[in-house]
């Protein structure tokens, strides 16, 4: 490949952000109750001293660390200062395996690994006999380990001071600067290690050009500057958090607020009420979930002005779709039900001030949308993957459809090829993946990236997914049929947790499902059910055959109905090996554990 010079990467975007604006806040952490800022002159200076101890370590350019734990300051710190010594970061979802941390670590030889606490140190101490190149273990700050691979955060920053791990020299500033000097636009930068849904996990390697050209481009699409915000909570492993949670804010100069846990992000949320919210499906999910059910709860007059408000939201947003706004009657009758409704709605969700509200990582069924279009919050919904550092399609401000994935992402080209397959040429398409040419290979083939999705483009040129080319079943009658459109159909209904369906080589389509636990809950309530178990009741099975065959069913194809289904006893989880880390369905474990299940789906006529 011809070496691509460049002028500008992240990192020197990250010095230019510490001299304009040196006292602005760059990210905030929440302690002893408080959101404390650092500044972007504060944060360089973090990112340039661990990248002067990772030199210290032994970092060479090329050279690959891991990263093993939630979202936190040092995860960005660590990162960035990987990429300005001139290696890469691979993070490491925190639900792996000890297994899956040594297959990562081992197949990028990384020689460094931090990991946040000592729950995440014991899955790497159980596989590191097994890691012979692993050299230092370092700790996020507020964990102790003793053991003499491993160095605390402060004790890690100290070799930035003190010099090599031999103390025989010292890494000084101009090192550090060398190394930016020499950074190269094709170059990798990070490593992106798939979910693994059809093998072993893939690294794909990113440039600096690659990340550099997404996060500034993310500015002009999302319309992002430096008065906005984010709340970094999903996966950092991930490419789309990273581009949302590292690289688009550094282009931007908008600070980032780290969510305290998990469990944590729907307070947190409320507290700081960012302009830029990014969900999985399954976050939009919930939060449907637990706002129909308040919502739904209303009676008499306030249902009424509930209703009324929700028909002027889903007006006003489907105008401003089209890039226009509402005028008239119309205009008054949303100021007066942003007055009643959204004004004091919104504030509960977290979305007071949010003015991006992205959806992305799987596609998600329309009537999330436009649910959220009556509460005035518009998703826009975002298409991409690995090795294309996020973003192939994207809807956006004032050319939003509902129910597609929106145009291709400025300077992306998008085709469809003959047997449906989404193909993607762009500045934003990887390297190829680490150790594997073949898969490089096929996956470039023709100078086009093959995504294994399958797609349409319409006539305005809005990009719709059909499903996963490799996941297509065939019934024995010989029709095709995409499982995820059925199945995104299926989780609509509010007592559908998960879906899975199964029909390859069979005769009639049909699924696994487990039940969505509040909605459960309030269905056992309703009709005194309290105390039993839900999965096999009858009176649960008689609700979700009823809306399958009147609701669902009418708005499916004939091929695609769904005939048969069981509700399994528990949900799909990371933890049992049915979903990935980014809660995508691993259908051949489900296959295979749920057997029994699903031939007597099929053995009574």
Same mark, same amino acid.
């Given at each position: 490949?011809?070496?691509?010079?460049?002028?500008?990467?992240?990192?020197?975007?990250?010095?230019?952000?510490?001299?304009?604006?040196?006292?602005?806040? %760059?990210?905030? +952490?929440?302690?002893?109750?408080?959101?404390?800022?650092?500044?972007?002159?504060?944060?360089?200076?973090?990112?340039?001293?661990?990248?002067?101890?990772?030199?210290?370590?032994?970092?060479?350019?090329?050279?690959? &660390?891991?990263?093993?734990?939630?979202?936190?300051?040092?995860?960005? &710190?660590?990162?960035?200062?990987?990429?300005?010594?001139?290696?890469?970061?691979?993070?490491?979802?925190? /639900?792996?395996?000890?297994?899956?941390?040594?297959?990562?670590?081992?197949?990028?030889?990384?020689?460094?690994?931090?990991?946040?606490?000592?729950?995440?140190?014991? @899955?790497?101490?159980?596989?590191?006999?097994?890691?012979?190149?692993?050299?230092?273990?370092?700790?996020?700050?507020?964990?102790?380990?003793?053991?003499?691979?491993?160095?605390?955060?402060?004790?890690?920053?100290?070799?930035?001071?003190?010099?090599?791990?031999?103390?025989?020299?010292?890494?000084?500033?101009?090192?550090?600067?060398?190394?930016?000097?020499?950074?190269?636009?094709?170059?990798?930068?990070?490593?992106?290690?798939?979910?693994?849904?059809? $093998?072993?996990?893939?690294?794909?390697?990113?440039?600096?050009?690659?990340?550099?050209?997404?996060?500034?481009?993310?500015?002009?699409?999302?319309?992002?500057?430096?008065?906005?915000?984010?709340?970094?909570?999903?996966?950092?492993?991930? +490419?789309?958090?990273?581009?949302?949670?590292?690289?688009?804010?550094?282009?931007?100069?908008?600070?980032?607020?780290?969510?305290?846990? &998990?469990?944590? +992000?729907?307070?947190?949320? =409320?507290?700081?009420?960012?302009?830029?919210?990014?969900?999985? *499906?399954?976050?939009?999910?919930?939060?449907?979930?637990?706002?129909?059910?308040?919502?739904? !709860?209303?009676?008499? #007059?306030?249902?009424?002005?509930?209703?009324?408000?929700?028909?002027?939201?889903?007006?006003?947003?489907?105008?401003?779709?089209?890039?226009?706004?509402?005028?008239?009657? #119309?205009?008054?009758?949303?100021?007066? !039900?942003?007055?009643?409704?959204?004004?004091?709605?919104?504030?509960?969700?977290?979305?007071?001030?949010?003015?991006?509200?992205?959806?992305?990582?799987?596609?998600?069924?329309?009537?999330?949308?436009?649910?959220?279009?009556?509460?005035?919050?518009?998703?826009?919904?975002?298409?991409?993957?690995?090795?294309?550092?996020?973003? /192939?399609?994207?809807?956006?401000?004032?050319?939003?459809?509902? $129910?597609?994935? $929106?145009?291709?992402?400025?300077?992306?080209?998008?085709?469809?090829?003959?047997?449906?397959?989404?193909?993607?040429?762009?500045?934003?398409?990887?390297?190829?993946?680490?150790?594997?040419?073949?898969?490089?290979?096929?996956?470039?083939?023709?100078?086009?990236?093959?995504?294994?999705?399958?797609?349409?483009?319409?006539?305005?040129?809005?990009?719709?997914?059909? $499903?996963?080319?490799?996941?297509?079943?065939?019934?024995?009658?010989?029709?095709?049929?995409?499982?995820?459109?059925?199945?995104?159909?299926? @989780?609509?209904?509010?007592?559908? %947790?998960? !879906?899975?369906?199964?029909?390859?080589?069979?005769?009639?389509?049909?699924?696994?499902?487990?039940?969505? *636990?509040?909605?459960?809950?309030?269905?056992?309530?309703?009709?005194?059910?309290?105390?039993?178990?839900?999965?096999?009741?009858?009176?649960?099975?008689?609700?979700?055959?009823?809306?399958? =065959?009147?609701?669902?069913?009418?708005?499916?194809?004939?091929?695609?109905?769904?005939?048969?289904?069981?509700?399994?006893?528990?949900?799909?989880?990371?933890?049992?090996?049915? #979903? /990935?880390?980014?809660?995508?369905?691993?259908?051949?474990?489900?296959?295979?554990?749920?057997?029994?299940?699903?031939?007597?789906?099929?053995?009574? *006529?």
């Amino acid at each position: 490949m011809e070496t691509m010079e460049i002028t500008e990467t992240t990192l020197h975007r990250l010095h230019e952000n510490a001299r304009q604006r040196p006292a602005d806040a %760059a990210y905030y +952490v929440k302690t002893d109750g408080a959101w404390r800022p650092t500044s972007w002159a504060d944060h360089l200076a973090e990112v340039r001293r661990a990248a002067r101890a990772l030199v210290a370590l032994g970092l060479q350019p090329g050279q690959a &660390v891991g990263i093993l734990g939630f979202n936190r300051p040092e995860w960005i &710190v660590f990162d960035l200062a990987g990429m300005l010594a001139g290696g890469a970061a691979a993070g490491i979802y925190v /639900t792996s395996s000890p297994e899956d941390v040594e297959y990562v670590l081992r197949h990028c030889a990384a020689g460094i690994v931090l990991v946040e606490n000592e729950e995440q140190w014991e @899955k790497v101490r159980r596989v590191r006999a097994h890691l012979p190149g692993l050299r230092h273990v370092v700790l996020m700050r507020g964990c102790k380990v003793d053991d003499p691979q491993v160095l605390d955060w402060d004790s890690f920053l100290a070799r930035g001071d003190s010099g090599s791990v031999t103390d025989s020299d010292s890494v000084t500033d101009s090192e550090i600067d060398a190394r930016l000097a020499a950074l190269r636009g094709d170059q990798m930068a990070t490593l992106i290690y798939t979910s693994g849904t059809m $093998g072993p996990p893939k690294g794909v390697m990113l440039s600096h050009h690659n990340l550099a050209w997404t996060g500034e481009s993310a500015l002009a699409v999302g319309r992002l500057s430096s008065s906005d915000s984010t709340l970094s909570y999903l996966p950092l492993s991930h +490419v789309a958090e990273q581009i949302f949670s590292i690289h688009a804010p550094i282009w931007g100069g908008y600070p980032v607020y780290f969510a305290e846990a &998990v469990t944590k +992000v729907a307070d947190n949320l =409320k507290e700081i009420q960012p302009t830029i919210v990014f969900g999985v *499906p399954r976050v939009w999910e919930r939060f449907h979930e637990a706002v129909r059910a308040k919502l739904g !709860a209303e009676k008499g #007059l306030k249902a009424k002005i509930l209703a009324w408000a929700q028909g002027a939201g889903r007006r006003v947003v489907a105008l401003r779709n089209r890039g226009q706004e509402p005028g008239g009657a #119309l205009a008054f009758q949303y100021r007066l !039900a942003d007055r009643l409704v959204f004004s004091k709605v919104k504030p509960l969700l977290g979305l007071a001030n949010a003015r991006l509200c992205c959806c992305g990582g799987a596609p998600v069924s329309k009537e999330i949308p436009e649910f959220f279009a009556g509460l005035d919050v518009t998703i826009y919904e975002i298409y991409g993957q690995s090795e294309d550092s996020g973003p /192939t399609s994207f809807n956006r401000f004032g050319a939003n459809k509902f $129910g597609t994935v $929106g145009p291709p992402w400025p300077g992306v080209e998008v085709r469809i090829a003959e047997d449906g397959e989404v193909l993607v040429k762009g500045p934003n398409v990887f390297l190829g993946y680490l150790n594997e040419p073949q898969a490089t290979a096929e996956a470039l083939e023709g100078g086009w990236l093959h995504s294994g999705d399958l797609g349409q483009l319409d006539a305005d040129g809005y990009l719709t997914l059909i $499903g996963r080319k490799k996941e297509i079943l065939i019934t024995s009658g010989g029709k095709n049929v995409a499982p995820a459109n059925i199945e995104m159909a299926l @989780k609509h209904m509010e007592l559908i %947790a998960d !879906a899975v369906v199964i029909g390859d080589r069979r005769r009639y389509i049909a699924a696994l499902l487990t039940l969505e *636990p509040a909605a459960a809950a309030r269905f056992a309530e309703s009709h005194g059910l309290n105390g039993q178990t839900l999965h096999d009741h009858p009176q649960v099975i008689a609700e979700i055959e009823r809306w399958i =065959k009147e609701d669902l069913n009418p708005r499916l194809a004939h091929v695609e109905h769904v005939r048969r289904f069981r509700i399994l006893p528990r949900n799909l989880s990371i933890e049992d090996g049915e #979903l /990935t880390p980014t809660l995508k369905v691993k259908r051949r474990i489900v296959y295979e554990r749920y057997a029994a299940e699903i031939e007597a789906l099929y053995a009574e *006529p």
